[in-house]
T-cell receptor, first 108, second 112 residues
Framework: GENVEQHPSTLSVQEGDSAVIKCTYSDSASNYFPWYKQELGKRPQLIIDIRSNVGEKKDQRIAVTLNKTAKHFSLHITETQPEDSAVYFCAATPHMRFGAGTRLTVKP | KAGVTQTPRYLIKTRGQQVTLSCSPISGHRSVSWYQQTPGQGLQFLFEYFSETQRNKGNFPGRFSGRQFSNSRSEMNVSTLELGDSALYLC???????????FGPGTRLTVL
């Protein structure tokens, strides 16, 4: 199958703490893993992505790690801020499949 | 470059009617995918088009259909609308089927 499972479904952290969201995929052919952030009433926006030839990628406070052997990848947000509050979706190719989403709340 | 656009942005229909939604991809993008998003739900994949051909289809009834034109613009149609079809319908375009997808603003469909 081509399922993508995402955990947790909701995550609440204090401002300044780190947040980690994990996804697992089942298709061995998957080679591209984007993460999207969707704020209330807005469209999903790409925040970071990683390809299968890389184990980790970082962009300021956001990083993504990939474990191809275990077929899972994770989003790490450090020094969280209230504006990080949103729903985050992971996805995996081929035939881009999305996880169910994680609602992140950062409490000031 | 202009982003992905969708029309109309809002739509109200009654049960039994049909509706057509339109998506214009980013210039140069040949792949368009459609998703249904309901409150509290994730992005449910409807179908994907590339170069006017449906490449993949999600688990939706035959009332949901789509097509893509030679200029890569895409339409999706829902016939015999049901209350449960009320949702935000998002389209996303990409260069190819395994490239980054960029989303449009969505069409919010309400079925009364």
């Amino acid at each position: 199958g081509e399922n993508v499972e995402q955990h947790p479904s909701t995550l609440s952290v204090q401002e300044g703490d780190s947040a980690v969201i994990k996804c697992t995929y089942s298709d061995s052919a998957s080679n591209y893993f984007p993460w999207y952030k969707q704020e209330l009433g807005k469209r999903p926006q790409l925040i970071i992505d990683i390809r299968s030839n890389v184990g980790e990628k970082k962009d300021q406070r956001i990083a993504v790690t990939l474990n191809k052997t275990a077929k899972h990848f994770s989003l790490h947000i450090t020094e969280t801020q209230p504006e990080d509050s949103a729903v985050y979706f992971c996805a995996a190719t081929p035939h881009m499949r999305f996880g169910a989403g994680t609602r992140l709340t950062v409490k000031p | 470059k202009a982003g992905v656009t969708q029309t109309p942005r809002y739509l109200i229909k009654t049960r039994g009617q049909q509706v057509t939604l339109s998506c214009s991809p980013i210039s140069g993008h040949r792949s368009v995918s459609w998703y249904q998003q309901t409150p509290g739900q994730g992005l449910q994949f409807l179908f994907e088009y590339f170069s006017e051909t449906q490449r993949n289809k999600g688990n939706f009834p035959g009332r949901f259909s789509g097509r893509q034109f030679s200029n890569s613009r895409s339409e999706m149609n829902v016939s015999t609308l049901e209350l449960g079809d009320s949702a935000l319908y998002l389209c996303a375009s990409s260069l190819g089927t395994t490239d980054t997808q960029y989303f449009g603003p969505g069409t919010r469909l309400t079925v009364l």
